[in-house]
């Protein structure tokens, strides 16, 4: 598929190309060439036509966008949970702290993803829809804050 404003593009093989592509697959597999006529370059007709976007796929983008601050909700409210209630320790306010910039990054990247999924349904845009490398990348923070809370806890017991 290509991609266009409002229209995708589809290829349609012919009689002619489904011949010269059953012959393609025997040729690889080292069986008889000559399967039905001469070989014949795939014939392919491009064919353009409006993507329907249905009602399901707007709420499945809110629906995700909920999730994410969701997520986020639960993390800014532990972090402020264990500020308030934390000793008169610096390093236990510290915990909350470091929390804090990681429940700020899910809320930016899930109106992010949110707006830029919105605009893409907006315009009937074939995709790809999934993002690989932002959940990675939270998942990181997220992991980097634990850890970094769990080594400031051994510190500060010595």
Not at 21 to 43: C, F, I, M, R, V
Not at 76 to 89: E, G, H, K
Not at 112 to 141: C, F, N
Request: glycine share 6%; proline share 4%.
């Amino acid at each position: 598929m290509s991609r266009q404003s409002g229209n995708s593009t589809f290829y349609f093989l012919g009689k002619k190309g489904m011949k010269s592509e059953t012959n393609a697959l025997l040729k690889k597999s080292g069986k008889n060439e000559n399967y039905g006529s001469q070989k014949k370059k795939t014939d392919l007709k491009l064919r353009t036509m409006p993507i329907k976007v249905e009602p399901k796929v707007y709420f499945a983008n809110e629906r995700t966008f909920l999730a994410w601050l969701h997520t986020s909700v639960i993390l800014a409210a532990a972090s402020v949970s264990i500020v308030a209630f934390a000793d008169q320790n610096p390093y236990s306010q510290m915990y909350g702290i470091m929390l804090l910039p990681v429940s700020i990054a899910f809320i930016l990247y899930a109106l992010r993803q949110y707006t830029h999924r919105a605009k893409m349904i907006r315009r009937h845009e074939p995709g790809p829809y999934e993002d690989l490398w932002g959940p990675t990348v939270l998942s990181l923070m997220l992991m980097m804050a634990i850890l970094a809370n769990f080594f400031l806890k051994i510190y500060s017991m010595n």
